[in-house]
């Protein structure tokens, strides 16, 4: 069938422009703001890609593929707001941009007809030029939307340090016919069901040729480019904050039919600043047998210590891995002072896993975090590289007490191309979400590593939703804050720390100003047994309960686990933000006279190795109690109740329908449904399929199929590349329900991954969702809204 579409008014706000996104410079003077097609047209999409090591690669630009759009740039001067277009060649497709150390200038990459160029620009004249006779490679290099690690700017901002195309082009390796065969003999590899790998010995020879790039020097304004080395398989070039050393990370044959290129067998290296091995730091074979939640043995992280001219500071596992081996110590951080001719010291064990670390503005201090997988714990220390006996916890919290949050350090890049975090003295910057029971209320704190003292800078009003993204030219009297309430769209604002008036600085129209009336709303109760559960209740604009009645309800959730029924009680999110309609919001259905209850809460709580053993148990309780909440309060008619949710909330979804008659229709969207084709572990489920082999069965909707009498929409990307959630999942289980008798309705959306960008696509689901549940829980009374006058 041909692409469906929904009501004028629904098309109007999903092709209304959204906010760019804002990039602030170092030093506070200036704002890169991104602007981005929302939802590209289906054609896009549709451009030929090929499936590699776990990437989709486009073979005529040799780059990522490209699913979203971003058309320009703008910049935006600090602190008078004065903003200019950034002139670029009509149609192009940009990159997020990296700031120069002296925030000033900033790079990125546009897409040309085959292959990706490098310009960069003059913030204050708002003018960019393209580096000439410069084309770059992505397919290594990070992520497409970001120059990431293609282009990068040297310590000194004097040049880029760039992942090149190879002067000379090969033509593409013929993709031959050639059977798939692979063979295992005493291997435990019990890693994730991974998507898009390489299959055959063809596969290999084209990701080759796709992903060599050339590590060069460039001149940004002349072009004078210096190769640093021979045509490799590199994944990131990065120079030493003295300038005179190169850490490299690169890969190498043999490649992997089990895992994708990150677990390929690797080297990292320094080299000299002109190029030229010094050191091999890490020689790593193919990491397929990485133990179920754990991480690969050898230095990882490797990274340069920003406050040092050329030391390196990395990680290394002490337990394998493995987190089930028993240990004193999982992990030891070590060092290593002049690249080409020191030995690695090992600074100091840690006690639990190494989540990574923060270097910090004074030397040899790094702020670093481990997990107690166990506890389910997170605990922060300051820490003394070279005298270790200076440790000391500054955090210390569940990893579940959102309530408990610190916030994250606020980061700086230095005029000498150092990054470290934002430090005056012995005092940091912290910003958090501000997670309380009345909803979030983000903040800005000023602490004290010295004597752990906090006292707070800011703190989002009690009516509004605001975000402080960094201080202002250098100082700190003003921060940048992204400000959105229930009635404002988000726009950019300069605060006054000492309570003066704040000063908007854009004023990014309301895309769907006829929606400010919806009313939105935080509602919480108990799951029955003590454990509180919340959500967002949006009602239909002009709704009045005794004119009206009660309303079909649609319940849209995505549950998560905790280890313990205080921290699943907890708030999180804020009923004062900006509700922007999004093409994967379940909001949508207030404008067909729905009430909608979204981030539903469904917590599953327990020991972390066997909450699974109640999951379906716990997610029925938490669905009967938010409907019952909601009916009692007059609101809801809780015989015309839909339940919905994508991925994980997906899976919720279906078994929901088949353990329960709490629902007259279900929508589910790229989920999983049969646990035996996950079969080692799925979200935070530690064991394997062999090792709870009731479990999976218990907790898999397919295997309930025959229990699946609700209607219930399957909703999939065609071409979906999460991990687990393979587009047969929905398939198999329509099959199942359809050979016992029930009612589903199955769609695949072409071209679509595990979320849906393209115009066609979401426009298409939109009309089925509304179709469906007009279907199965009855047409409601016309509430569709005219758009907004121009």
Known sequence: MPYDRPGDDVVAIIDAPPAPAALLAPGGNFVALVHYEAHPPITQLARRYLALAGMRVDPVIAGRQRTRRLTGLSVLRLPDGAQRPVELPPGATVSVPAWAPDGRRFAFTVDERDGIGVW??????????????????????????????TVRWSRDGISLLVLGAPAHVAALPENAIEPQVEETAGKHSQMATFQDLLRTSADEDIFEALA?????????????????GPAGLYQQVHDSPDGEHLLVRR????????????????????????????RVIADLPVSDEVPRHGVPTGPRGVCWAERQPASLVWAEALDGGDPLATAEHRDQIMRLDTPATAEPEVCFPVRHRCLGWLDTGEPDRLILTEHDRDRRWLTTWWCDVRAPEHNRV??????????????????????????????????????????????????????????????RLFQSPPDAFARVLGFVAGGREQVLVWHESRTEPPNLVIVPLDGSPARQLTFWPDPHPQLTSMDKRLVSHDRGDGVQLSGMLHLPPGYDAERDGRLPLVVWAYPLDYGSAATAGQVRGSSKRFTRLTASEPVWFVLRGYA???????????????????????????????????AEMGIIDPGRVAVGGHSYGAFMTANLL???????????????YNRSLTPFGFQTERRSFWEAPRIYDQVSP?????????????????????????????????????????????????????????????????????????????????????????
């Open 212 to 228: 060599t790039t050339v590590p060069v020097r460039v001149d940004p304004v002349s072009g004078t480019a210096k190769e640093l």
């Open 658 to 672: 088949a353990h329960t008659d709490l629902f007259a229709a279900g929508i589910a969207r790229s989920g999983a």
């Open 702 to 790: 397919f295997r309930y199929a025959d229990h699946l009498t609700t209607p219930i929409l399957l909703i999939h990307g065609e071409q979906d590349a999460n991990s687990g959630t393979f587009p047969i999942q929905s398939q198999r289980l329509f099959q199942a329900v359809q050979a016992n008798g029930g009612t589903a309705r199955l769609v695949l959306l072409p071209h679509e991954s595990h979320g849906y960008l393209a115009r066609e696509s979401v426009l298409h689901l939109l009309a089925e969702q509304f179709r469906w549940l007009e279907r199965w829980l009855g047409q409601q009374p016309t509430t569709q809204i005219p758009a907004a006058p121009a």
């Open 251 to 278: 890969l190498q044959r043999p490649f992997s039919f089990r895992v994708p290129h990150p677990y390929f067998a690797r080297r990292v290296e320094v080299w000299s600043a002109d190029g030229g091995v010094e």
């Open 394 to 455: 500054i955090f210390d919290r569940s990893a579940d007490d959102a309530y408990a949050d610190p916030g994250s350090p606020l980061m700086a890049r230095h005029p000498d191309g150092t990054r470290t975090v934002l430090q005056d003295g012995s005092v940091i910057y912290l910003r958090g979400d501000g997670a309380s029971p009345a909803g979030d209320r983000p903040f800005l704190d000023r602490a004290d590593l010295a004597g752990l003292q906090r006292s």
């Open 120 to 149: 960069v620009a003059d913030a204050a004249t708002a003018t960019a030029s393209q580096v000439p006779g410069l084309r770059v490679r992505d397919v290594l290099g990070g992520d497409p939307m970001s120059v990431g690690g």
């Open 596 to 630: 909608v209850l979204a981030d539903a809460t469904m917590p599953v709580i327990g020991d972390p190795e066997t909450m699974n053993d109640t999951y379906v148990e716990q997610i029925n309780a938490a669905a009967a109690a938010h409907i019952g909440a909601l």
